[in-house]
């Protein structure tokens, strides 16, 4: 499977950004997808992950509430849409994929396959 985040970006503070991320390769095999952030000098941290059917999500307390996740398996694209954005969004944004996951996971170790990542900046 092959990643390609992109729609990143630099936005003032309160606006909003939606991020793409296109797969390709094995698509089919994609169970569970999520998207990550990674700030200078900080860990990789979980944003939120979808189902392969795109009916079950999960949100880190950082960004619910600001945050949709959602995936188009006809397109083999997922989406992450980011409102009411706050300086300390940004972030270089991945997004990932598992073939295995059978539920939903916020651990990095649980998705074998990364984009390449976005950057997006959030300006007060």
């Known amino acids: 499977v092959q990643l390609q985040a992109s729609g990143g970006g630099l936005v003032q503070a309160g606006g909003s950004l939606r991020l793409s991320c296109a797969a390709s390769g094995r698509t089919f095999s994609s169970r569970v997808m999520a998207w990550f952030r990674q700030a200078p000098g900080k860990e990789r941290e979980f944003i939120g992950a979808i189902n392969w059917r795109g009916k079950t999500t999960s949100y880190a307390d950082s960004v619910k509430g600001r945050s949709t996740i959602s995936r188009d398996t006809a397109k083999n694209t997922l989406y992450l849409q980011m409102n009411s954005l706050k300086p300390e969004d940004t972030a270089t944004y991945y997004c990932?994929?598992?073939?295995?996951?059978?539920?939903?996971?916020?651990?990095?170790?649980?998705?074998?396959?990364w984009g390449q990542g976005t950057q997006v900046t959030v300006s007060s």
């Open positions: 990932a994929a598992s073939t295995v996951l059978g539920v939903l996971s916020s651990a990095r170790t649980s998705y074998e396959f």
